[in-house]
């Protein structure tokens, strides 16, 4: 059974802004500056040949195919098929120590690239019954060739590694298709911890809204719980010349989409915490001059709070029912239609300990703390089952302005390739730092 967003408690939600570790903060380790060096170009391409050849959520076939030729090349024996097309490697090191697992993700979006590059995607797909182009337009392309780099450097230092890795390639992050299981939430099903429970986790993320060379993270709540909503608004068919005949299932939707708004601008207490609403597609009707039966209605809740999180789900399907009503039509609303992402959580101890692993290789002016992102993870569910850190490493190119710079998501979004060696550079002296200092650092709190 997949777990279900739980309700953070008031003092994880209290957590201190300002957090020091006893020790200095460390230097960025040679070997780590030398690995980056050594695979930058191998990183660099990988990332524009999974670009270039971008894959819908359980559909990653040729990026997992990839991905498992490299580790076997490397000397490493891949399991493959986990949650249809996850690939999981273990390196262990020569010396005892903790375990470590770190986490990509590899599936792209159905969105049609807009991005002058040579590597652009041309790719098309079958997304909900249509043709849409598919793009890597939220950076898993990079997040896929920094791991791969990452396996290059520890399996080439593995025999003074202490302790042991998993590299854990993921599909599916995006969320299955309708009808389908996959992405975090399955691996663990599948028994992804079964045989080896790591100590620790990390993950990564670029983010456009963050300057290339910065880092972005902070302790506890970090990303919101998801949900998917569909509503589906029936009325009865008639002509578009005699409204009357029928029933209207088009106006009816569009009085519950207006009212649907005012759940979080007056129902909900956003003083308290943030939350979202968003309608993502609505599909009825075939032609210009027929009134359709049926509306479907698509959406998003985005929350951090578990109790405010169920009052929005009864609020929404509570408007969708009696706005249909009130225009003679009737709803059916699946609110939430599965079991979503819980609220991603960093570690606030582990956070606070490997915060100055960060600044070691980004500077300690470029980490910085981001405020709670309405994006969602499903590395949430690994963080539910061990300490884990999950970070945001900076895509959007010096002198273009990340407030206006296109999102994740976009068809315009522009990953500049710099912040490939930045999120390689920090998942590895992040992975090192902890394997070599497994009990180093407990946290402080700056009392200011």
Not at 153 to 175: N, Y
Not at 215 to 232: C, E, H, N, W
Not at 245 to 274: E, F, H, M, N, W
Not at 349 to 377: C, F, H, W, Y
């Amino acid at each position: 059974m997949r777990l279900m967003p739980a309700l953070l408690s008031s003092a994880l939600l209290a957590t201190p802004l300002f957090v020091h570790a006893q020790a200095a903060v460390p230097q960025e380790r040679p070997e780590v500056a030398a690995a980056a060096k050594a695979v930058q170009q191998k990183v660099v391409a990988w990332r524009r040949d999974f670009h270039q050849h971008p894959e819908l959520s359980n559909r990653e076939e040729r990026t997992a195919a990839k991905v498992a030729e490299h580790l076997r090349a490397l000397g490493l024996k891949p399991k493959t098929g986990i949650a249809h097309h996850g690939v999981v490697a273990i390196i262990q090191g020569g010396k005892p120590g903790p375990k470590v697992a770190l986490r990509a993700d590899m599936d792209a979006l159905p969105v049609t690239e807009q991005v002058d590059v040579p590597f652009a995607s041309k790719a098309t797909a079958t997304f909900r019954g249509e043709t849409v182009g598919v793009m890597h337009a939220c950076g898993h392309d990079a997040h896929t060739g920094i791991l791969l780099g990452i396996a290059d450097a520890l399996v080439k230092m593995k025999a003074d590694l202490p302790g042991s890795v998993m590299l854990v390639f993921q599909p599916s992050e995006e969320g299955a298709p309708d009808g389908e299981e996959g992405g975090a939430s399955l691996m663990l099903e599948e028994g992804l911890f079964r045989d080896f429970k790591p100590d620790a986790m990390f993950g990564l993320h670029v983010f456009s809204t963050l300057q290339v060379g910065q880092i972005g993270v902070r302790q506890g709540p970090l990303m919101a719980a998801s949900d998917k909503f569909t509503i589906k608004v029936k009325g009865r068919q008639t002509h578009g010349s005699r409204p009357w005949g029928g029933i209207d299932p088009i106006v009816a939707a569009a009085d519950v989409i207006g009212t649907a708004q005012t759940i979080v601008s007056r129902r909900t207490d956003i003083a308290k915490l943030p939350a979202v609403v968003s309608f993502g597609a609505i599909k009825g009707g075939i032609r210009y001059n027929i009134i359709p039966d049926e509306v479907e209605l698509v959406g998003t809740i985005r929350t951090f709070d578990e109790g405010m999180r169920q009052k929005i789900f009864g609020d929404l399907k509570n408007v969708a029912e009696h706005v249909s009503a009130a225009n003679g039509a009737t709803a059916v609303a699946s609110v939430p239609d599965n079991d979503g992402n819980p609220v991603t959580v960093n570690d606030p101890a582990l956070t606070a300990r490997m915060m100055p692993s960060l600044k070691a290789v980004a500077g300690a002016d470029n980490v910085i703390e981001p405020p709670l992102q309405m994006g969602a993870e499903d590395f949430s569910f690994f963080a539910r089952e061990v300490p884990s850190m999950f970070f945001f490493v900076g895509a959007t190119a010096k002198g273009i302005d990340p407030v206006t710079a296109p999102s994740n998501h976009s068809p315009r979004f522009a990953l500049d390739e710099a912040s490939l060696d930045l999120g390689l550079r920090a998942l590895l002296q992040v992975t090192l730092d902890y394997l070599h200092s497994p009990t180093q650092a407990t946290a402080v709190v700056d009392a200011r």
